[in-house]
């Protein structure tokens, strides 16, 4: 599949200054394919190594740390020669060889004209600062597919040629509209994970096989989430954080008026019910990227960080096809669009994942009295709001409210309505599918 990250690992390849490269995401979403792939289109030879599926590899690293040495000793046990002019090497799954890890400080150092590249999930917790190349290494992030990326995945190139081409002062025709929001209803049922899209797309002639086996691969995955949760966590910790992973869904289904609430800690775990009490929990599943966090903020100064209560914020999952699976959504239900409030939560995962994936940043969310905005986003020294409506109507009080106290330079709505001519400089409204060309206009 091809991944828009691929254009940033292109420019890392050319840097003059070019560090290690650490390619971090929460499992399964495509960092050893995107890697692999890297090396087989712009170098001569790919070396690659996977530290969990090939533990003695770990002892190549249990003595002097030397670059070169290193290398050898890889060299021999790949049976391969490297070139560190014209190849590329992978360092897989780092996060099991904290030595190889720690190497990378070296390779910065002493060997800087090899490309060397390494992925890894939960780098953040299992690794302590002595371990961590700190300013020795340059970092990616690579999430779930996007919108777009999901249309490449299933076959539908003229649906990603006509909404990157796509002039956003123009109207885009209902009979268009129409295709693109049923290829929308089926990215909220799959959701951006490779192995569930590429599922998918074997089989979308027929809609109910293609489904099932969807459904059937994200339980997979979802288990595997939670072995990899107590692997990393410890016993009585994996059982506070797979509770309050599983309470991310539910609290979000039980949302009212269409909008999500912040995240309340009473009802999780038995006796516990502040959010001091839950703190490590937390910082935990956003640092291994199961949830997407946004912070809550009542005042728009920037930065925005700077005004955010540490226990204020909303919690979603990090892909909106694992959300469904979670909540046993039944599939037709999403298709024929009619499940209420909650279509509300899953449009707002949607957009969360998208402007993450999009942007890299760190998203907000704005309440003050009884007005809210989705997500702020921090762009070029300005605070854009922007709305999201899971039906036609786009009407919006709360954003008439903020625009009138904090006067935007720019706000978005998005929504299930078709892209039409606008002429309104503040306000633009966009079809919730084009979330990633947010920022174009």
Known sequence: MQRHLIKSLQAWRAKKNRKPLILMGVRQTGKTYLLKQFGAQHFVRCHYINFEEQPT???LFT???DPRQILNQLAFYLHAPIDIHQDLVIFDEIQACPRALTSLKYFCEQLPELALCSAGSLLGLTLNEGSYPVGKVDMLHLYPLTFSEFLAGVGDQHAVDYLWRLDLGSSIPEAIHQQLWERLKQYFVTGGLPEVVALFAQDQTDLYAATSRVRQKQKE???????DIAKHSGKVKAMHIDRTWRAVPLQLSSTQDGETSRFKFKGIIPGINRYQQLVNVIDWLESAELVIKLPLVDTIKQ????????NFFKLFMFDVGILGAMSELDPKIIYDYGYGSYQGYFAENFVAQQLLATYQQTLFTWQENRSEIEFLLQWEG??????VKSGSVTRAKSLEKYIELYQPN???????RPLQSQTQQVKTYLPLYLSER????
């Open 221 to 227: 995955l979802i288990y595997a989430y939670y072995a």
């Open 57 to 59: 590899a770990c002892t």
């Open 63 to 65: 003595g002097d740390l």
């Open 382 to 387: 300005q605070v854009i709001p922007v709305e």
């Open 410 to 416: 720019r706000s978005f709505i998005l929504s299930a």
């Open 438 to 441: 947010l920022l174009d206009i």
């Open 303 to 310: 930065p925005l960080l700077a005004f955010t209560k540490a």
